[in-house]
């Protein structure tokens, strides 16, 4: 009876502790009713916020995404021989520079109007390529530097490919052999090791370095046997000889 009766306390104790917590927690509810509406009222326009942020990044990125198509079609449209006259149901350009010049603006349209989206990264290495075809070398370097650092590794690989170009265009051969051999020591699905490899060799060779470029193309053909890259590289050795 002791055992069952000190149980029986307890249960009372407990239960006189748990109303009187309930009894406070309603009487605070109560006193305090105002800061409670606020806090659920805030906490209502955060969660909308959110969502809200959400949904119009979303939205901001497909409409990038539609006008980003857009340029890149524009920068595939044939150029018409000369003399001959446009025609208005087949699309095209009567020049290289024109049509880079119309892409361009499109492309230059997607980065000001949509900044933060997975596009407009896109449309900055695009933008290096039509100031290429513009012979706007400053620009395209521009451009590509600011795509060089991209969270995308694969996008930023063919910024890096693309600049090393610029930079051997420009008698640059040092600034592109440093990127060539940033582009081997991490490859990606966009830039291969042996397509950075041939590259760096045909770089060392523009740089009056030649027995760098036969070591590089060896190594290709050492890691690439009967691959058409290893058949490149020992065209490219036969013709050091």
């Known amino acids: 009876m002791r055992a069952e009766t000190r149980h029986q306390m307890k249960e009372d104790r407990f239960n006189q502790v748990t109303m009187q917590a309930w009894d406070r927690l309603v009487e605070w509810s109560l006193a305090n009713r ?5 806090m659920i009222a805030v906490l209502v326009v955060v969660v909308c916020g959110v969502f809200g942020g ?22 595939n449209m044939p150029v018409r021989p000369s003399g001959m006259p446009a025609q208005a149901d087949y699309p095209s350009f009567a020049s290289s520079q024109e049509r880079a010049t119309a892409a361009n ?10 900044p933060h989206t997975r596009s407009a990264d896109f449309a ?13 070398t400053s620009e395209a370097e521009k451009d590509f530097l600011s795509v060089s650092n991209s969270s995308n590794d694969d996008l930023a690989a063919l910024a890096k490919f693309a600049l090393a170009s610029v930079y051997r265009s420009n008698n ?8 060539y051999q940033q582009l081997i020591s991490k490859p990606t699905r966009s830039v291969g090791k042996a397509t950075a490899q041939l590259e760096l060799a045909a770089a060392y060779q523009e740089n009056n ?10 190594e290709v053909q050492k890691d690439n046997p009967s691959t058409p890259f290893a058949q490149m590289a020992m065209t490219k050795l036969q013709d050091l000889k």
């Open 34 to 38: 105002m800061l409670l509406i606020v």
């Open 54 to 75: 959400w949904y119009y990044l979303d939205q901001q990125d497909q409409q990038a995404s539609l006008e980003l198509n857009k340029a890149v079609r524009t920068m």
């Open 172 to 179: 640059r051969a040092k600034n592109a052999i440093g990127l």
């Open 105 to 114: 603006k499109q492309l230059e349209d997607v980065v000001s109007k949509y």
């Open 209 to 218: 370095q030649p027995l760098d470029a036969k070591k590089t193309y060896m």
């Open 124 to 136: 900055h290495y695009f933008l290096g390529s039509t100031a290429v075809d513009l012979n706007n």
